[in-house]
Structure formats: structure tokens, C-alpha cells
């Protein structure tokens, strides 16, 4: 037996379990909003708590700063869902006694959705995508995390807020080859929309710039390839736009970060970013899609060898593209790419950054243009995001569309 000297557990009287913890911290403590990083906007880097931590908690719930102090952020007459979690049963008991202290009605069978729920760190990838999540939770409901999780900061594991506003969008590489006015019509309203923003995976950047001398895949190259360079974060005066905002500006090209018990994959993903929003020419940007690119393959290469590894903190089913355990090969060249490769891999990205609440402010994530495989994507993407026509997104921001956000 590891740690007993060969011993029999029932005849030691006391066991002693000593674990080292390093005093000095990880380099990176926190991370930015990937589609809009502080080093351009000037957003603050993570979500701040709704109250500081209690020096002198009486129970767990406060520790986790669900106490007095945070009532007024519940207005009178609030009704209050805890979501239950086996894995922090303590503290959701807890949680359910100081909603009671704190005058928040619960929830009855048939009555309205709540006003508010909580939900509990570390089990993102099961909690946001249960089926009664949806059932229970409406677009008013407001939504807010507490508890412990190792793949945040601990300073994020006091009750805050999540998914506040507006939305996050990434699109169909067939909507930018083929429908340019719709696609520049979709970008302007972003623009002049509070709290929403757009991005595109690299794999996207990609198909692309193998599509302009296609016809069959772009019938107009030069409007198609306009279109899309003004839409970047390349032109200075969007960049001015942007400069100090959580909103306006153009596309990012991005995709989610790596977890921060990952520091190495922290370090490339983050150099990677600021190199992506320094670039202000097409060709250099494409040459970091391609880097990108290419570490996602070597990183599938490194799992599928160690037994299909994941990333727990993004709650994507995927490798993540920056989280190989492996140094990435000089001589790995990914597979051509393919329509549905790189639909998927915008879908599964878009999962990845709903699953990150404490990067991204973003209320509702949607993938936007026609798709190859309807049913593929639906299969692996209909209970995270939602898939929206672009004649139907105008309807979606000014609040009158009848499509149904269910995925909370």
C-alpha cells in the first residue's frame, strides 16, 4: 500500500496525508476575455466577486461570500434556485439556509422560473448542459456561481454574477465566402450593440484563405475577402473604437484558453493572442492561424498517445487546441482541411467559451450561417449554443425574436 510502509490499514490508529503546496504562485494568475482581451480594450481581467471574503464566516456559505452583505443585491420578492451538487453537498445545504436568512423564496413545482440561481464551480461541463437547467431557466433569470474550483483563481471562487449580458457570436465560414452583404450587415449591428461581440476560430481564417481562388466556394472573392479584412481587428480606427470598451470594435480571431493549472499552454495561448491582436496586416494573421492551427493537431497527436487526455477547465470535449502535454513536433503537419472539420471545430469553441464564465461576460452564444451536417451539429452542439439563421440575428438583439434561448 503507497504511503503505509506495507502496513494494513486496519491496524494503523492515525494516518497522515502530506501534501505539498508551492508558495509561490502561478505565473499567470488570471486570464482576459479571449474576444476581448485587456491589453487592447482595457477591460479588467476576470469577474470581481459581489463581496469580499468573510474573515469570520459562521458557516460555509459565507465563506464563500453568500452572506448579509450580498442581499442587496437580491431585490424583495426574489425567488432563488440552488442548483444541487452531490460534490459540494455541505455547502449547497448551507447555501439553501442562508437563501432562507437571507428572505429568498424558493422555487415551488408550478410556479414561475426563479428570479435567480446559483450554481456551483467545477462542474460546468455537467451542470449548463442538463436538460432541467433548461426547463427551469429563462432568459430574465439571473445567473451566479460560488465554490471551489481548481481551474480558477481562488479570488473567483466567492459568489459573482455570470453571463450578464448580451452575447458572443462565431460564424459559418460558408456565411463569409458566400453571403458577404449578410455577414457585414450581422458585423455592423454587433458594433453598434452593447455587450456583444464576434470572433472566428483560426481553422475558419483558414478555409478561407483556401477558398478566395475557389469559385465554387466564393463566387465573389474580392467583395468576400473586403468584407472580411474590415471586419478585423486590423483596421486602427476600430481599434480606436475599441480601445477602453466592452464593446464596439470588429472580428477577433481567437479561440478558448487553455485551463490555468496549464501554465506552459497559458504562456503560448497568451504570447499567441497578443501577437493576433497586434497584427494589422492579413498576411501575417494567417501565419498565426496556421501556428495555431498546428499545435491543435499536434495537441490531438499527444492525447490520442496518452489515452485521449481532456481539458476540465474549458468543459470541451476536445483536446484543447494550446493544452498538449508534449512539446509540439517541427515535422507534424496537420490534414488538409474539410468543410465540417472546421464548422465543428467553431462549434466546439463556442461550447468551450460558454463553459469559461469567468472570462466571459456573455449571456447567449450563437453560431451564425448555414451548416454541412445539420444534424452533426445539432447533435454535439444544441443543448450549449444556439444555431441562428442570419435573417433572424436583427430579431435577436432588439429583443422581439420568437426563437426560444434555452441554453442556460
Known amino acids: 500500500m503507497v504511503g503505509l510502509n506495507g502496513r494494513e490499514l486496519s491496524n494503523i490508529g492515525v494516518v497522515a496525508i502530506v501534501v505539498t503546496v508551492p508558495f509561490d504562485g502561478p505565473r499567470i494568475q488570471n486570464l482576459p476575455n479571449p474576444v476581448r482581451p485587456d491589453f487592447v480594450t482595457g477591460e479588467p481581467s476576470g469577474q470581481e466577486p459581489l463581496s469580499r471574503a468573510n474573515a469570520t464566516p459562521t458557516n ?35 447555501a439553501i439556509a442562508q437563501s432562507r436568512r437571507l428572505s429568498l423564496a424558493p422555487v415551488t413545482t408550478n410556479g414561475p422560473p426563479p428570479n435567480s440561481m446559483i450554481c456551483f464551480n467545477g462542474h460546468w461541463n455537467t451542470t449548463m448542459r442538463s436538460s432541467s437547467v433548461g426547463r427551469c431557466v429563462t432568459g430574465r433569470t439571473r445567473l451566479f456561481s460560488m465554490g471551489p474550483d481548481f481551474g480558477i483563481p481562488v479570488q473567483q471562487w466567492g459568489l459573482q454574477e455570470i453571463w450578464k449580458t448580451g452575447g458572443l457570436v462565431t460564424f459559418s465560414p460558408t456565411l463569409i465566402l458566400r453571403s458577404p452583404h449578410q455577414f457585414a450587415d450581422i458585423m455592423e449591428h454587433i458594433r453598434a450593440t452593447p455587450g456583444w461581440a464576434a470572433y472566428v476560430v483560426p481553422t475558419t481564417m483558414l478555409w478561407c484563405e483556401e477558398s478566395w481562388a475557389l469559385q465554387a ?10 468584407t472580411l479584412t474590415s471586419a478585423l481587428f486590423m483596421d486602427d480606427n476600430l481599434r480606436q473604437l475599441a480601445r477602453g470598451s466592452n464593446e464596439g470594435g470588429g472580428l477577433a480571431v481567437s479561440y478558448c484558453p487553455p485551463p490555468l493549472s496549464n501554465q506552459q499552454a497559458c504562456v503560448r495561448w497568451l504570447d499567441w493572442l497578443r501577437q493576433v491582436f497586434e497584427c494589422t496586416e492579413y498576411e501575417p494573421l494567417i501565419q498565426l492561424c496556421r501556428k495555431a492551427h498546428a499545435a491543435q493537431h499536434q495537441a490531438t497527436q499527444t492525447n490520442a498517445v496518452n ?21 509540439m513536433r517541427e515535422n507534424a503537419q496537420p ?23 469567468q472570462l466571459l461576460p456573455y449571456r447567449r452564444y450563437l453560431y451564425i450561417g448555414s451548416l454541412s451536417n445539420r444534424n452533426e451539429a445539432y447533435r454535439i452542439g444544441e443543448r450549449a449554443i444556439e444555431f441562428v439563421e442570419p435573417a433572424d440575428f436583427v430579431a435577436i438583439l432588439s429583443g422581439v425574436s420568437t426563437l426560444t434561448a434555452s441554453c442556460f
Open 60 to 94: 460555509l456559505s459565507e465563506a464563500y461570500g453568500f452572506d448579509s452583505s450580498t442581499s442587496q443585491t437580491f431585490s424583495r420578492g426574489t425567488t432563488m434556485q440552488i442548483y444541487p451538487n452531490l460534490q459540494h453537498y455541505k455547502l449547497f445545504q448551507e
Open 217 to 226: 466556394r466564393c463566387p465573389n472573392p474580392s467583395l468576400a475577402f473586403a
Open 307 to 327: 489515452g485521449g487526455g481532456r481539458t476540465p477547465a474549458s468543459g470541451n470535449n476536445t483536446p484543447n487546441p494550446s493544452g498538449g502535454r508534449s512539446p
Open 335 to 357: 490534414p488538409p482541411l474539410d468543410l465540417l472539420t472546421v464548422e465543428l471545430e467553431g462549434i466546439r469553441d463556442l461550447m468551450a467559451m460558454r463553459l469559461r464564465p
